[in-house]
């Protein structure tokens, strides 16, 4: 049992830094408070969508920023489009290196928009592997018979 209580506490530390970095913010634990027993896989699957989601927007965004004439509009859409999943799914980070892309578009600085989408990719990238890593955590305290602590 004290193999899970330390597993249940790495958990915890683990959750409370990806907070405390910047990473995450409130609207994960609200996202977190949706799942129960009846739906387990809830926040995994949101979060899912969410990767193959913006995998799909950046790839796109990277086309546009190649064109010989750039459509600042097709890449504020997009831009928009992925701050708006960020938001939802509480990945504060990606949310705000969207917010300096979108300022960018609106200038059409295609020099700062590619500067830009470098930093959102830095950042999505970031916070997947950080989600990837709590996700693995989280059925390791399953895996042992424990219980994931919900958020306060």
């Known amino acids: 049992m004290d193999g899970v209580i330390q597993l249940q506490r790495q958990l915890v530390d683990y959750t409370a830094s990806l907070f405390h ?4 913010d409130e609207q994960f634990n609200q996202l977190q408070q949706l799942q129960d027993e009846n739906n387990p896989d809830f926040v995994v699957e949101v979060v899912s969508l969410f990767f ?3 995998e799909r927007l950046l790839n796109e965004l990277a086309k546009a920023l190649e ?17 708006g ?12 290196a969207c917010i300096a892309f979108r300022n960018y578009c609106d200038e059409q600085n295609t020099e700062g928009c590619l500067k830009c989408l470098q930093q959102v990719k830095h950042e999505y990238s970031l916070v997947k592997t950080k989600l990837e890593t709590l996700f693995k955590l989280q059925r390791r305290v399953l895996a042992a018979g424990g219980s994931i602590p ?3």
């Open 21 to 24: 970095e910047g990473f995450l």
């Open 52 to 54: 193959e989601d913006s």
């Open 67 to 83: 064109q010989q004439c750039v459509d600042f509009k097709r890449i504020d859409a997009h831009v928009h489009q992925l701050k």
């Open 85 to 96: 999943s960020s938001s939802s799914i509480g990945a504060q980070r990606v949310q705000k």
């Open 150 to 152: 919900k958020p306060i």
